[in-house]
T-cell receptor
Framework: GQQLNQSPQSMFIQEGEDVSMNCTSSSIFNTWLWYKQDPGEGPVLLIALYKAGELTSNGRLTAQFGITRKDSFLNISASIPSDVGIYFCAGQPLANEKLTFGTGTRLTIIP | GAVVSQHPSRVICKSGTSVKIECRSLDFQATTMFWYRQFPKQSLMLMATSNEGSKATYEQGVEKDKFLINHASLTLSTLTVTSAHPEDSSFYIC???????????FGSGTQLSVL
């Protein structure tokens, strides 16, 4: 099945650093979602974006819906140990249609 | 937020046996649930869409006779892996759409290991 291109594939950062990751698609989506997955758990929704150009924050997390509708970005400011995990973007072409997931970004915090 | 419960969280079985995984929406009714499979260090791949009261819709390449889906009520969908083989070992995750939130919520996943 189709997957979204997500980069970087992995990140190794120090606590307190800011993080940026993005997701690109060859097709247009009307909804972009960002999830975090901890080992052995299901994904947890972080941020949902519904409009091109939309910028939405959830605490230290900020995500943007690209103006072309083919990309989205997630930023994490002042990272903390509990930010460790895998971050997935997901795109939805229309409401109530199935999600397409990105390839994931694995975030590791170096002590 | 809405809660989706998945059970069991982990199962180990012998090759050739069948395994049933349950997905329940705890505080909302879900006419549609989704089943995903995730191999180690990979993304979630949609296997099938479970529709309450009707047949599931399977993604290309997913064997419907091997992965039986039953969505008999508005709060429960089950995935049965029939005659499991080692290559079926994977992390299986369900999700359900809360119509009130128009968002998908995921279960905690089931790690299947077939010996």
């Amino acid at each position: 099945g189709q997957q979204l291109n997500q980069s970087p594939q992995s990140m190794f950062i120090q606590e307190g650093e800011d993080v940026s990751m993005n997701c690109t698609s060859s097709s247009i989506f009307n909804t972009w979602l960002w999830y975090k997955q901890d080992p052995g758990e299901g994904p947890v929704l972080l941020i949902a974006l519904y409009k091109a150009g939309e910028l939405t924050s959830n605490g230290r997390l900020t995500a943007q819906f690209g103006i072309t509708r083919k990309d989205s970005f997630l930023n994490i400011s002042a990272s903390i140990p509990s930010d460790v995990g895998i971050y997935f973007c997901a795109g939805q072409p229309l409401a109530n249609e199935k999600l397409t997931f990105g390839t994931g970004t694995r975030l590791t915090i170096i002590p | 937020g809405a809660v989706v419960s998945q059970h069991p969280s982990r199962v180990i079985c012998k090759s050739g046996t069948s395994v049933k995984i349950e997905c329940r929406s705890l505080d909302f009714q879900a006419t549609t649930m989704f089943w995903y499979r995730q191999f180690p260090k990979q993304s979630l791949m949609l296997m099938a869409t479970s529709n309450e009261g009707s047949k599931a819709t399977y993604e290309q390449g997913v064997e419907k006779d091997k992965f039986l889906i039953n969505h008999a009520s508005l709060t429960l969908s089950t995935l049965t892996v029939t005659s499991a083989h080692p290559e079926d070992s994977s992390f299986y995750i369900c999700s359900a759409r809360d119509p009130g939130w128009e968002k998908l919520f995921f279960g905690s996943g089931t790690q299947l290991s077939v010996l």
